[in-house]
Structures are given as structure tokens and as C-alpha cells.
């Protein structure tokens, strides 16, 4: 217990002396802007008793003068763009204490365990990452004194949604007892100080990166802008030494608290972070890009670790902690608070509009194979053979499986995937360009900025050799659903799949790439012959 209190004390201590070396930063900015005025005063009163007048004295006092109003003046206008400039802060779903009490009891009672404040409020994001972020306006620049300095509210606690969903309520408690330690160190008013100048300096130099119609706003934010730079860079390794030392100290303060349980629910983090990232990429985008938007993620979440944990050695093991209370049951309406986290999360990583509408609409789990599977795969096929047309490839028949086959089969110097999957991606580019841009997602605590955040994009840009796959492959499954009885389904750790006979058909595309790379139709037509696919029957396309 010595060690830790010790480890505590040794975090604190580096975290308020780096705490006052960046408010010193501020210090001697204050001190060089008041500069000019003291030697214009010293040069005043010197011509107002008769110590200083004749000769130059007379013109170096009507230079420093001016001078000192210049510099006030602009050192005024800067405070006021640093003390209105409010950083963004993350956008979040806020949680009344109404809807969560236990969630609030929960947390209180581990800032009582952990002798610190609580924090104001609780937030959640979706992300696996979970921090306290202080949603106070910053300080003005320089000036207030040690007997005007404030002690800043306590910040709020945002939580990564899918810990909610996936964690029991022991597990979250461990893991939130680090996260909520650092209350602690924020209370220090020399801490909370610093935090603010340095946040405001953030704000204001984002503020005058940001592009501005108006001309005569241009100038004196680029100002603004470069002497915050300059104050930045004069701050920034004491700060960041700072937030280190603030860390250290409240993770050695955590240690009295669940200390054996927070290794096993930091096992939980990691898988959290990989089942959370396979439902986005290979669920959720599918169904975004669709103008559809899974309304319970975080629920999906469970499902995808859950099959995880029986595909994955690694994980195996921890399903069985699923008959444990969830840390969900903390919330009054789970459900509605799912479906909020996931607007949220379509919005952050896809762009999404903010509210529901005809094309940007939910859709349930259990409507997601036909609404969302369904739906691409002909979406897809009748791009690709609306592409063929425009291509001038000869259509026998209506749309079939076998006139693909035999264009990417057939014989030629300049092969016929590589004309063919330059045309797909240049449609699909067409399409992308064509489609309205992304609903702004302005910070929140920065009314007065309407600069979109940027977006998180989940994976890059998809080539053309990738895009003709999909669309051959989306092909035979319209085929295989038309002809043989097949159905499409839901793979909660790899998206879009095809049940045939209730089972998934993992062994279709290595056949598709086959032919695609290859262009050598016999693997998939061997493949198709064994499902009772018939290539040479048309296709419903949407």
C-alpha cells in the first residue's frame, strides 16, 4: 500500500510542477505583452516630472506609446479568440442519470473507493476507448492572478458503448477504476489551469487553420493563429509530461481497486476491440453504403464475440462469462440507448445524416439478410451487367450468370477482368460522386464553428480487381438464390454470407477469384453444378 501511495505521489507531484511550468508559458506571454507598456509608462513619467525631455526623448516617447497601444490591443484580440475558441468535443450519447441510475451508482461508488471526485456526467461513445474529457470553456488567456484561479468542474466520463454490451458489470468496474482516477489530478487547480490554456490554444489555432469567405477575418486569425503556435510549441513537452504524470498517478491509485480482476477484463478490452472492429467493417459498412444503418450494434457485438470465442482457441472460455450480469442491465432502456450509439457510430465512420429518412433508414438483425444481403448482391449484379452493356458485350439472354462466366472466360491479347474491372470501378466511382455528401457533423461545444469533424473511413478505397470479385461472386449467390433454393444470411465476423441447406458455403471464392485472375470458369462451374445452380437461367436484379 506504501508503494502505491508513493507511486500516487510521485504521479501528482510531476504532473502539478509540469502544470506550472506551462502556466509560466503563459506568464511570460502576459509579461511580454505588458512590456511596451511599462517602458511607455517609465518614458511618461519621466517627461511628466522633467527627468527625461529635449533631444529623443520626446520621439521615443510618441513610439513606445504607440507601440504599447499596438501591442495591447492586439494581445487583447488574441485572449478574446483563445477564450471564445471552445475545442470540439466528441461527439457523444449522453446519459441522463434518470435512464442509468445503477451505471451513476456504480461509478460514484468507485470514485468513493478511489477518494476522488465523481464525475459530472456519463457519455458514451462507438469505440472501444474509454476517457474523461473536460466539456468546461477554457480560460481566457493570462491574467488572472493566483487569487482569481478556479477549480474547473469535474469532466465527463465517456465510455466506449460496446464495453456496455459486452463486459459483466465486475469487468467494467475494473476497467473505468484507471479512467476514473483522474478526477483526481483534474480538480488541482494549477492542472485544471493548464489544461484549459492549453486547450483554448488548440481551439484557436484550429479556428485559424479553419477556411474563412470573409477576408478581414482572414488576417488577424492567421495572427491569432501563429502566436498560438508559438505558445504551443513552447508548452507542448510540459504538457504532454503533464497528462503522463496525470496518468501515472491515477493508474497507481487504481491498483487498490479490483487490481486481480482488471487483468482479466483488460483481455476483454482486446477482444472487444477486434469483435467491434469486424462488425463495422465487414457488417455494419455493407448495410451504411446501402443507405441502411444496423440499429443494434452493440447488441451484434455480443453475437460476433460470442462466435469468436468459439471459432478463436484464444478465446476460449470467455462465452462462458455471458450467464454474469451484463453491464448493459445498468441502463434503464438499453435498446434505446443501442440504437442512438449506433446513429452515432454510422455517422462517425460513414457520414450517415443525422436523423432517419427515406434513404438512410434502420434495420434490424433479423431483417438484415433480406433487406441488407439481399439487396446488394443484386444491386450489385445489375450494375455488372449494366456495365457488360455499355462494355458492348452481346446479350444472348437477359441477365445470366453464364454470360459473365463467358466474358471473363474468353480468349484475348488484353484480358477481359482488366477492362472489365476498370469499368466497374469507374462506375462505382460515378455513383460515389453522384451521391450527396456527408451531413456535417459539427462538434459539440462549438456552436458558433460550422467545420464538419472529419470522418474515420474503415477501410481504404476498394481497387478495381476487388470490386469485379464482389460482383461476380454477388452474381452467383443471386443465381444460387434464383435456381437452387439457396438464402442469403448473416455472418456475424465476416458480413454477407450464403446458406445453403442452413449451412454457409465458405468455398466460393477462391472458384470466383479463379475465374477473375485466371479467367478459368471450370473450378466455379464445377462449383455450381454440385449446389444445383443453373448459370443459364435469369437473374431477378433490383
Known amino acids: 500500500m506504501s508503494g502505491t501511495g508513493t507511486g500516487v505521489e510521485r504521479g501528482a507531484q510531476s504532473a502539478r510542477s509540469r502544470a506550472l511550468a506551462v502556466l509560466r508559458v503563459r506568464s511570460t506571454a502576459l509579461a511580454v505583452a505588458l512590456l511596451p507598456a511599462a517602458v511607455a509608462v517609465v518614458l511618461l513619467v519621466g517627461g511628466a516630472t522633467g527627468h527625461a525631455v529635449g533631444g529623443g526623448w520626446d520621439a521615443a516617447r510618441r513610439v513606445t506609446t504607440v507601440v504599447a497601444v499596438v501591442v495591447l490591443l492586439a494581445a487583447v484580440a488574441v485572449g478574446a479568440v483563445i477564450a471564445r475558441a471552445r475545442p470540439a468535443t466528441t461527439p457523444t450519447v449522453e446519459i441522463a442519470e434518470r435512464s442509468a441510475p445503477d451505471l451513476y451508482r456504480l461509478v460514484r461508488d468507485l470514485a468513493d473507493r478511489l477518494e476522488v471526485p465523481a464525475p459530472s456526467a456519463i457519455a458514451l461513445t462507438p469505440d472501444c476507448d474509454s476517457w474523461l474529457e473536460d466539456r468546461t470553456h477554457p480560460a481566457s488567456i493570462p491574467g488572472a492572478g493566483p487569487g482569481r484561479r478556479r477549480v474547473a468542474a469535474a469532466p465527463v466520463l465517456v465510455i466506449g458503448s460496446p464495453f456496455l454490451w459486452w463486459m459483466r458489470v465486475a469487468e467494467l468496474r475494473a476497467v473505468l477504476a484507471p479512467v476514473v482516477a483522474g478526477t483526481g489530478p483534474s480538480a488541482h487547480p494549477d492542472i485544471a489551469a493548464a489544461r484549459r490554456f492549453v486547450r483554448g490554444l488548440d481551439a484557436a489555432v484550429a479556428e485559424s487553420a479553419a477556411p474563412h469567405r470573409n477576408p478581414l477575418r482572414r488576417l488577424p486569425l492567421g495572427f491569432v493563429g501563429w502566436i498560438s503556435t508559438l505558445l504551443l510549441r513552447g508548452c507542448r513537452v510540459h504538457a504532454a509530461e503533464m497528462e503522463r504524470g496525470v496518468a501515472t498517478a491515477a493508474s497507481e491509485r487504481a491498483q487498490t481497486v479490483d487490481y486481480g480482476l482488471r487483468i482479466v477484463a483488460q483481455e476483454q478490452v482486446g477482444l472487444a476491440y477486434a469483435g467491434w472492429d469486424r462488425l463495422l467493417t465487414r457488417v455494419a459498412l455493407p448495410a451504411w453504403r446501402m443507405g441502411r444503418w444496423p440499429s443494434r450494434l452493440d447488441a451484434g457485438v455480443v453475437s460476433a464475440l460470442t462466435e469468436l470465442s468459439r471459432r478463436d482457441r484464444l478465446a476460449e472460455g470467455f462465452a462462458s462469462r455471458l450467464g454474469e450480469r451484463p453491464a448493459c442491465d445498468l441502463l434503464e432502456e438499453p435498446g434505446s440507448v443501442d440504437e442512438a450509439a449506433s446513429l452515432l457510430a454510422a455517422r462517425l465512420f460513414h457520414g450517415g445524416p443525422a436523423a432517419p429518412g427515406p434513404d438512410w433508414s434502420p434495420v434490424d438483425w433479423q431483417q438484415y439478410p433480406e433487406e441488407v444481403v439481399d439487396r446488394k448482391w443484386r444491386a450489385d449484379a445489375a450494375r455488372l451487367h449494366r456495365v457488360l452493356d455499355t462494355m458492348g458485350v452481346r446479350r444472348a439472354t437477359a ?36 451521391a450527396p455528401p456527408p451531413a456535417p457533423l459539427v462538434g459539440e461545444g462549438d456552436p458558433w464553428s460550422t467545420d464538419p469533424l472529419p470522418l474515420f473511413p474503415l477501410v481504404p478505397p476498394r481497387t478495381g480487381r476487388d470490386l469485379l470479385a464482389d460482383h461476380v461472386t454477388a452474381m452467383v449467390c443471386c443465381a444460387a438464390v434464383d435456381t437452387a433454393g439457396a438464402v442469403p444470411g448473416l455472418d456475424w465476423l465476416d458480413g454477407p454470407a450464403l446458406l445453403v441447406d442452413g449451412e454457409r458455403r465458405q468455398d466460393l471464392a477462391t472458384r470466383v477469384l479463379t475465374l477473375v485472375e485466371d479467367g478459368d470458369a471450370a473450378p466455379l462451374r464445377s462449383w455450381l453444378a454440385s449446389v444445383g445452380v443453373r448459370p443459364e437461367k435469369t437473374v431477378r436484379l433490383v
Open 399 to 434: 441477365a445470366t450468370l453464364t454470360r459473365v462466366m463467358d466474358h471473363l472466360s474468353a480468349d484475348g491479347d488484353d484480358p477481359p477482368s482488366e477492362t472489365l474491372a476498370a469499368a466497374i470501378g469507374a462506375e462505382v466511382a460515378r455513383e460515389e460522386a453522384a
